[in-house]
């Protein structure tokens, strides 16, 4: 349906900061607009489960999952297609692979089953 493509991941140190992005395009062209997505973030340290890290509408309301709740912070450009994740005071425990998500039904907003676009993923690294 639609593509994403994660960019910014990498190495910091505890304490720093990081910022990702994601953008959204589609697949096949098409000249109907594109249907508005929520979007969002998950994701996955070393055999752990997906943990998801937050989301935004398309109007701009956000959720976070709470081990990242005033530290993380989503922002969208719905006019680029982009999607904004700026990590601040990061944890060594914050190291995962990050995926962006989306979705034009938001339901569970917190269950990875409700994303049926994913991206590749980004590393970050974070050390104590």
């Known amino acids: 349906q639609v593509q994403l493509v994660e960019s910014g991941g990498g190495l910091v140190q505890a304490g720093g900061s990081l910022r990702l992005s994601c953008k959204l395009s589609?697949?096949?062209?098409?000249?109907?607009?594109?249907?508005?997505?929520?979007m969002g973030w998950f994701r996955q340290a070393p055999g752990k489960d997906f943990e998801f890290v937050g989301t935004i509408t398309y109007k701009g309301t956000t959720y976070y999952g709470d081990s990242v709740k005033g530290r993380f912070t989503i922002s969208r450009d719905n006019a680029k297609n982009t999607m904004n994740l700026q990590m601040n005071s990061l944890k060594p425990e914050d190291t995962a692979v990050y995926y962006c998500?989306?979705?034009?039904?938001?339901?569970?907003?917190?269950?990875?089953?409700?994303?049926?676009?994913w991206g590749q993923g980004t590393q970050v690294t974070v050390s104590s």
């Open positions: 998500v989306a979705t034009q039904i938001l339901q569970e907003v917190g269950a990875p089953s409700t994303y049926d676009n």
């Open positions: 589609e697949r096949t062209a098409s000249p109907l607009p594109l249907a508005p997505f929520a």
